[in-house]
C-alpha cells in the first residue's frame, strides 16, 4: 500500500521542517561493534522516508554523523516520536550529548561500495581500494552483511600477493603506528595453534637483556586455551596505556602487554569479529593482520616461527615454503626484514596448557629450575639467538650461545623481574600455580611409545576444563611424543576449578585424549631445525 | 580478567539452580528478519557464561527454542535481571506468553554450518548439504555473517549446475507446495530489467481465456520502478490469503496475486534480504529463485522471458544462451517443462513506467484502444501465443493468432475483469490515470533519431519521481527506439506528486536524460525473434 501522503505533502511544501528535528538518546542496550539507531515507528522520519527495520542509516548532528542499523521501536519508553536512539558504543562514538538535535536520513553507500562489489564479481583491485575499504570497515562504515562479503570475497586464492601487499598497508594506515627513534626494533611472532608455545615471555627478556628494543604486544586467547597476554596477565597487568607502555619499553628496553588499546591495525579487530564465528582462517587475512599488527607496533625487524605437524596449522614443509615466500613478499613490499623459523609442530610446547600452569613453566625456565621443560627451553633460546643475530655486531651461529648464556646468568630472570615490577606485578604464591580445586588423571590404556599427540584435541580440553578464563585450569602433560609408557601411566592432568568443567573435559577425553600409543616405529619424525 | 567466580562456584554445586530461570518479555523493538535477544548485564546467566554482545545464543523454554543474537541491557526498564526479552518477531516466533519460564545457553552452531565452511573453502556440496543449508537458513538459523557467507561462496562460478539443481530443489522443500490437481498449470516470467515490461497482466488473461490455468503469483518492485504486483494493485487487491487464491483460481483459471504470503520457497525471501544490500545478482541466485518459487506454486510448463539488450541484464545472445541452458538443465531436473523466448530488451516496453501509467497501458491493449502501446500489445500476444502451444491441442505456430482472437474478441478484458472484481476491485477512474499534480517535460537537445534508451537510467528517473510508492508517479515515454524527433520535442514526460521528488528526477535528467539522439545509421539493430 502506498504510505499515507499527508505529512510527506506538507514537509515538501515547507511548512513545518522543525518535525524533521529528533531528540539524540542513549539507549542502554550495548551491541558491540555494531552501530544501532532506535526509531519510534511513530516519528514523523520514519514515516516520511520510508525506513525498514534493519535499514542503515545516517544519524546526522550539526557536522558529526555516524551510520547505523535501525531497529523499530515500538515502546515509548524505550524511545519516544521525537528522539533517535543510539545503542550505546554508538552513543559514544558520535559524542554528542543527549538531548542534541538530529536528524536521520539514508545512509549514503560507504565510498568503497564500488570497489567491494568488483571484488565480489571475482575482479583484481588496485591499492587506492583496498585502502578505501580498509578505510571504511575501520570506521565502522560497513555493515556485517558487507564485511562478511568482503572477507569471503577475498579467501584463499581470490587475491594475489600485490593485493594481499595493498590490503596490508591499507591496514597499517587505518590506525596509529608507533615510532621509537631507534634503527631496530625487533619482534617475534607464531602463526599459532600449538598449545603451550608461550616462548615469547622467554624471548622477550633474553633479547632485551641483550640491549635489542622489543616492545612486545600480543593478543589473548581467541579459540586457543591462552594467548600471551593472558599468560602474561598471571604475573603482571597487561592492561596499559599507549602512554605507559612506551616509558616502560623506554625504561626496560621491552615489555609484555596486551595489544587491545594501542588502536594498531583497528581494522583487523573489525575482521576478526567476523572471521571468529565463521572460523575463517585464510592464509590471506593471516600475512595482512600479522605483519599490519607488526609494522604498526613499529617494528623493523620480524622473527616468524611456523610450527608444522599434522595437528598444526601447516601440515608439511612446502605449504610452510609457499607461506614464508608470501610473508617475505609482503614483509619486503612493507620495508620490514623478515626471518622465518619453521619449527617441530608435532606437539605442545611445554607441559602446562592454560596461563597459570603455562606460566609455571616459563618461571622454571628463567629461574634454571630442573623441572623446566626442555623443549621450551630449547625452542625460546633457539629463537632468541636468531633475533640477537639480528644485531649486526653479532656474527651468524653466536646467537644461541649469546641467549643461553643470558638465560643461565639470572639476566633473563632479572629482566623479567623488571618488567613484571614496571607493568604492575600480581600478587601470588608460586605455590599456588598449580592448586586447582580439582584434577583428574588421563591415563595410557597400553603398553608403548607416545607417537602423536592431537594439538587441537589438547587444546579442546583445555579450554573445557575452563581455561583461559579461569586462570589455574588447564592441562599439565606427563609425557612427550618419544617417551615410553606402561598401561595405566598418567599421560596428562585435567586441573579445573569447577565441577561442571572437569566433567565436560573428562567426557571429551573419554572420547578420545588426544594421545596415540604405538610402537617406536610409528612415530613421525621431523627433518627441521630443531 | 577472570569473571568473579562466585556465582558459578555455587550454582556449580547445585546450590541455587533456580537462579538460572528466567521470565521471557517481549521487548517492543522491530528487527525484521533478525532475532534479537536482551539479556540484562546483571543476569546471573550473562555473568555465569560468558555471552559476548552479538553472541548468539539459544532461548529454551519448555520444549521450544529460538536462535538469537544477545543484545546486552544496562537499563532496567528494558529488561531486568530476572528477564529475558526478545525481538517482536522472534517473540512471536517462540509463540509463547510472556511470563513463561526460560533459560539461556551458546547457541549450537547450526547443523549444516560444516557444509558451509567446506563451501567457503570451495569444495562441492551433495544435496543433502544444500538441503540442511537451506533449512537451517529458512528457519532463521543462521545469522546474518552466516548467510552472507553462503551467499557470497555460491557466487557465480562456484557452483556447477548439479549444485543449482540441489539448491533449487532444496528451496522448493523449505516452504509450501501448492498442488492444483490438474494436469498442466501453465506460468511466465521475465528476469527483469526492463521497464514498463507488463506482459503478464496482459498473458495471463488471455491464456486462461483460452482455459488453461494459470495462477500467477508475483513480486512487488525490489530495485524497479514498479514490479507486477504493485502495478495490478492500481486495480485490484492483491494481498490474497492462500486459501482466497486457491478460490480465486479454481472460479476463474487465473489470478494475478502478490506472492509474498504463500510461504513459497521462503529461504529465497531470507536470501533477498542480504542480496539486496549487496546489489547481488548472480546468475545462481537467479536461477534457483526463479524456478523454486514456480515450482513451489504448482506450475507445470513455464515460459521465461530473457530479454538481451546493451542496458539489460543479459547483454549478448551467446550470454542468453548460456543462461538458457542452465534454466533448462535445472528445470529438466525438477520435472518442468520450460520454454524460453530471448526477447528485445534495447528499451522499455509501453509507454508508461511506473504503477499507475503502466496499468493505463495495459488497459489500453485489452481495451484495444488506439492509443495502447504496440510493442507490449505484440510482445504479449506472442508471449501468450507460446504459453497457448503448451496445449497439445494447438498446432505449433497457431498461439499467436488465437492469443490475437482472444484480446480482439473482447474475450481478455473480460477475463481480467472477472479476475479484478474477484480479487476485489480498486475504486478508480480512468482519467485520473496520469493525473499526478506536478509534470515536467524532458526535450530533445537535438535533431535525429533516437538510437539507444538506456533502461536503467529510465528506471531510476522513475524512481526519484516516487514510483512505486506513490502509484501515479513515475515517467510516459513519447517516443521510442528509431523514432526520428526535432530539437525541442519532448523525449518523455516526468510526473510526480512531491515537489522535492520532481526536483532530484530532474537533476538526475540533466546528468543524463537516458536517451541518445543521433544518426540513423548508429541504431543498435537485432535479430531476436521479435
Known amino acids: 500500500m502506498p504510505p499515507s501522503p499527508a505529512p510527506r505533502d506538507s514537509l515538501a511544501a515547507g511548512e513545518d521542517k522543525s518535525r524533521l528535528d529528533l531528540r539524540l538518546k542513549q539507549v542502554a542496550i550495548d551491541t558491540h561493534l555494531e552501530n544501532v539507531a532506535y526509531l519510534s515507528r511513530d516519528c514523523i522520519p520514519y514515516r516520511i522516508e520510508g525506513f525498514q527495520a534493519l535499514s542503515r542509516i545516517d544519524v546526522v548532528a550539526g557536522d558529526r554523523h555516524i551510520t547505523a542499523t535501525l531497529n523499530v521501536v515500538d515502546d515509548p519508553g524505550i524511545v519516544g516520536p521525537e528522539e533517535v536512539g543510539l545503542s550505546e558504543d554508538a552513543f559514544r562514538r558520535l559524542g554528542l550529548l543527549a538531548g542534541s538535535v538530529a536528524r536521520v536520513r539514508h545512509a549514503e553507500k560507504p565510498a568503497s561500495t564500488g570497489a567491494l562489489f568488483r571484488k565480489i564479481s571475482g575482479e583484481r583491485l588496485t591499492k587506492a581500494d583496498y585502502h578505501g575499504i ?171 616461527d611456523i610450527p608444522i605437524g599434522p595437528s598444526a596449522k601447516v601440515k608439511n614443509v612446502p605449504d610452510a615454503q609457499r607461506l614464508r615466500k608470501l610473508f617475505e613478499y609482503v614483509a619486503s613490499r612493507m620495508d620490514l626484514k623478515l626471518e622465518t623459523l619453521v619449527s617441530d609442530g608435532r606437539q605442545p610446547i611445554g607441559n602446562g596448557i592454560g596461563p597459570m600452569l603455562e606460566a609455571r613453566d616459563v618461571m622454571r625456565v628463567l629461574e634454571n629450575d630442573p623441572r623446566a621443560p626442555q623443549d621450551l627451553r630449547h625452542k625460546s633460546l633457539h629463537l632468541a639467538g636468531r633475533m640477537i643475530e639480528f644485531d649486526p655486531d653479532v656474527r651468524g651461529g653466536e646467537g644461541y650461545a649469546i641467549a643461553r648464556d643470558i638465560l643461565e646468568s639470572g639476566r633473563a630472570l632479572a629482566k623479567m623481574k623488571d618488567i613484571i615490577a614496571a607493568q604492575g606485578a600480581k600478587a601470588f604464591n608460586p605455590n599456588d600455580f598449580v592448586r586447582a580445586r580439582l584434577s583428574h588423571d588421563v591415563i595410557a590404556e597400553r603398553d608403548g611409545m607416545v607417537t602423536a599427540i592431537d594439538n587441537l584435541r589438547i587444546a579442546q580440553v583445555a579450554r573445557l576444563a575452563g581455561a583461559p578464563k579461569v586462570p589455574n585450569a588447564g592441562i599439565d602433560l606427563a609425557h612427550k611424543l618419544g617417551d615410553t609408557v606402561r598401561k595405566g601411566d598418567t599421560l596428562y592432568t585435567l586441573y579445573a576449578e569447577y565441577p561442571s568443567d572437569l566433567m565436560f573435559a573428562i567426557q571429551l577425553c573419554e572420547r578420545g585424549s588426544g594421545y596415540t600409543i604405538g610402537d617406536a616405529a610409528e612415530l613421525l619424525h621431523t627433518w627441521l631445525e630443531f
Chains 1, 2 share one sequence.
Open 134 to 304: 580498509v578505510q571504511d570497515i575501520s570506521q565502522g562504515h560497513y555493515s556485517k552483511i558487507e564485511l562478511t562479503a568482503f572477507l569471503i570475497a577475498t579467501n584463499n586464492g581470490a587475491m594475489d600477493r600485490d593485493e594481499i601487499y595493498y590490503l596490508t598497508d591499507a591496514m597499517v594506515a587505518s590506525g596509529r603506528r608507533l615510532g621509537w627513534h631507534e634503527h631496530m626494533v625487533v619482534d617475534k611472532h607464531c602463526i599459532g595453534g600449538i598449545p603451550g608455545n608461550r616462548t615469547s615471555m622467554l624471548v622477550v627478556p633474553i633479547v632485551a637483556a641483550h640491549g635489542l628494543l622489543c616492545p612486545k604486544t600480543s593478543s589473548r586467547a581467541i579459540t586457543s586455551p591462552s594467548g600471551t597476554a593472558d599468560t602474561m596477565e598471571v604475573l603482571a597487568n597487561v592492561n596499559l596505556e599507549p602512554q605507559r607502555i612506551a616509558e616502560i619499553v623506554r625504561e626496560h628496553r621491552a615489555c609484555l602487554a596486551w595489544g587491545g588499546t594501542a588502536d594498531l591495525s583497528p581494522a583487523d579487530d573489525v575482521m576478526i569479529s567476523v572471521e571468529r564465528p565463521l572460523s575463517l582462517d585464510s592464509t590471506t587475512q593471516m600475512v595482512a593482520s600479522i605483519l599490519s599488527k607488526k609494522i604498526a607496533a613499529g617494528s623493523t625487524h620480524l622473527l616468524l
